[in-house]
């Protein structure tokens, strides 16, 4: 993940001027905003981007003749590509608009694993998971008779890969499906890896690409996966929009997720025919206006650059490790810095995170505290929840030094 | 600054909580859990010899210090009550003895020891349930 040499050294300084939401005090102090695995804030560019569009484009999509429909179809479709390009999918065509990365993955628990999944079947996820890639499985595999199994975790926080054989022996693996970065301590996984060995299996790989998309350079042709699920509210985009990538072969072979208008090709009485990729997967009215945000916020992500944005929130990472280090009673989750994503989880001695994030807040900083939608990965850590700091773009040092210096307070409090 | 939601009795309580442990036979028990942050409550009841008054209340769990200094505030509160009245007790009651601003998210953590003890008596006694009951999972209506 580290940049090549040569490339652009990101300025945080200069990015944050861009997101209106630092202009602003909370409870006096400068905003600290250190939650951004949970969403990302928005930079003026995007939401321009949105209000533009509004204001000069806006008609629904893909039916009208008239030249609005027409602007606002280029709109929904320029940011189709603008997704496909993100992460180097062969066509655009593969690229399925959805609500978020949840609604991507239960698209295709949904309309592969109803339809390929049965007794003796096995679905391998992993303890690192989100929720979000491990109920929609579990749900299904209960209703077709297939079974769950979890790839454990080594005491680094990184999936244990020599477990993948033994568990294969308890069924036929029919879906491998693991994040490429863990939302709760910031592991990158090994998806080429992964993605191999499922395809020796015979199973399909169903990549969660909520935690990378936003921070790496993503190809999903060169990690050989099946599907890769994005959010747009994780990468500045808008909150109410992500996308599905899928393999052209598999999407064509499978039913569609929901039905309505705008997915058939004909209807009848008899029988309703599906339409052609991506419609097929698109029922009802496009949510256009925030495909144009994501679009833009594609744009402003590139144009910073990828390899900057993952270099620079490596070295916050980094930083963070050392300065959360120092802390008296802190035990620090998740892989060593130059394994792992911006993302940092930790918990203090005979504090619960809860009181750590209210005392924080008090001092303006923002962090995430609960199971993180993973309660499988907190059981395995032993605890009910931790604290979560984590970075992007616009994140600065004195962000994690304003961090560091409460908790510090956190501890005097609770003395 | 802090002085506000963390003030010297909630963190008194947090530390020495009144009535922590557990009953070996006790009259009316339940486990509650807030899905949100997994914190967990279970509470222990023993009536009186009128089988109606509580003459004691034990509770043991994880969780943050609202929760816990919550119920252990409780715990001293329902002490000589009888099972109908701490199904009838308002909530405002227990937050008027914690004295604290409490923001929605943390009102839940505040609740979740006297959410419990309500479903504890309900199974007991029959009592009336508390609103809300979502992630008590040994709750029987049957």
């Known amino acids: 993940m580290a940049?090549?040499?040569?490339?652009?050294?990101?300025?945080?300084?200069?990015?944050?001027?861009?997101?209106?939401?630092?202009?602003?005090?909370?409870?006096?102090?400068?905003?600290?905003?250190?939650?951004?695995?949970?969403?990302?804030?928005?930079?003026?560019?995007?939401?321009?981007?949105?209000?533009?569009?509004?204001?000069?484009?806006?008609?629904?999509?893909?039916?009208?003749?008239?030249?609005?429909?027409?602007?606002?179809?280029?709109?929904?479709e320029g940011a189709r590509e603008k997704v496909r390009a993100l992460i180097n999918a062969p066509d655009a065509r593969e690229i399925i608009f959805v609500r978020n990365a949840t609604e991507a993955i239960n698209l295709v628990a949904y309309s592969w694993g109803m339809n390929n999944l049965g007794p003796g079947d096995l679905v391998i996820v992993s303890e690192l998971e989100h929720h979000s890639n491990f109920v929609p499985w579990q749900y299904?595999?209960?209703?077709?008779?297939?079974?769950?199994?979890?790839?454990?975790?080594?005491?680094?926080?990184?999936?244990?890969?020599?477990?993948?054989d033994g568990l294969a022996k308890d069924g036929n693996v029919k879906?491998?499906?693991?994040?490429?970065v863990s939302n709760s301590i910031g592991t990158i996984n090994p998806i080429e890896k992964l993605a191999a060995w499922a395809h020796e299996q015979g199973a399909i790989f169903v990549c969660d690409?909520?935690?990378?998309?936003?921070?790496?350079?993503?190809?999903?042709?060169?990690?050989?996966?099946?599907?890769?699920?994005i959010s747009g509210h994780k990468l500045c985009g808008p909150s109410g929009i992500g996308a599905l990538w899928g393999r052209g072969d598999l999407l064509?072979?499978?039913?569609?997720?929901?039905?309505?208008?705008?997915?058939?090709?004909?209807?009848?009485?008899?029988?309703?025919?599906?339409?052609?990729?991506?419609?097929?997967?698109?029922?009802?009215t496009a949510p256009m206006a925030e495909a144009v945000g994501l679009g833009a916020a594609i744009d402003y992500l590139q144009d910073v650059g990828f390899d900057a944005i993952a270099q620079h929130e490596h070295e916050l990472a980094a930083y963070a490790l050392g300065r959360l280090s120092e802390v008296p009673g802190i035990t620090l989750y998740g892989p060593p810095a130059d394994r792992r994503a911006g993302i940092v989880s930790f918990n203090l001695d005979g504090i619960h995170p809860h009181d750590v994030a209210q005392i924080l807040d008090m001092q303006g900083v923002a962090i995430r505290a609960g199971h993180h939608c993973c309660q499988p990965l907190m059981h395995k850590l032993g605890v009910a929840a931790t604290n979560r700091a984590s970075f992007y773009l616009y994140t600065v040092q004195e962000e994690i030094d304003q961090l560091a210096d409460g908790l510090y307070t956190v501890q005097k409090v609770f003395a | 600054m802090f002085d506000d939601m963390y003030r010297e009795v909630i963190l008194d309580h947090y530390k020495n909580p009144r009535g922590h442990g557990t009953l070996d036979d006790p009259d009316a028990h339940a486990d509650g859990q807030n899905p949100l942050c997994g914190d967990e409550v279970s509470i222990y009841?023993?009536?009186?010899?009128?089988?109606?008054?509580?003459?004691?209340?034990?509770?043991?769990?994880?969780g943050c210090a609202i929760s816990q200094a919550a119920t252990s505030m409780l715990t001293e509160m329902v002490a000589g009550r009888t099972a109908v009245q701490v199904a009838a007790l308002d909530k405002d009651e227990l937050l008027e003895e914690i004295g604290i601003p409490l923001t929605p998210v943390r009102l839940k953590c505040a609740m979740l020891g006297l959410t419990t003890l309500k479903v504890a008596l309900h199974k007991a006694k029959g009592t009336a349930l508390p609103e809300g009951l979502a992630g008590f999972d040994d709750l029987d209506l049957s």
Request: glycine share 10%.
């Open chain 1, 175 to 180: 879906v491998v499906a693991t994040n490429h």
């Open chain 1, 3 to 76: 940049a090549t040499a040569g490339t652009r050294k990101l300025n945080a300084h200069a990015v944050r001027a861009d997101f209106p939401i630092f202009e602003q005090k909370i409870h006096g102090k400068p905003l600290a905003f250190l939650d951004s695995a949970a969403s990302s804030q928005k930079p003026r560019q995007m939401l321009e981007a949105m209000t533009t569009f509004y204001e000069t484009s806006y008609a629904n999509v893909h039916r009208g003749v008239y030249v609005l429909a027409e602007r606002a179809t280029a709109g929904l």
């Open chain 2, 45 to 62: 009841v023993a009536f009186g010899e009128d089988g109606e008054t509580i003459d004691e209340v034990k509770f043991s769990g994880r």
């Open chain 1, 140 to 164: 299904v595999a209960g209703k077709t008779g297939a079974r769950v199994a979890m790839l454990p975790l080594t005491d680094d926080g990184e999936l244990d890969l020599s477990a993948l």
């Open chain 1, 252 to 284: 064509q072979a499978m039913e569609p997720f929901l039905t309505g208008g705008h997915m058939i090709s004909s209807v009848r009485l008899e029988k309703t025919t599906w339409g052609e990729l991506p419609h097929k997967f698109e029922a009802g």
């Open chain 1, 209 to 229: 690409g909520a935690q990378s998309a936003p921070h790496l350079a993503i190809d999903v042709q060169a990690l050989g996966v099946d599907f890769f699920a």
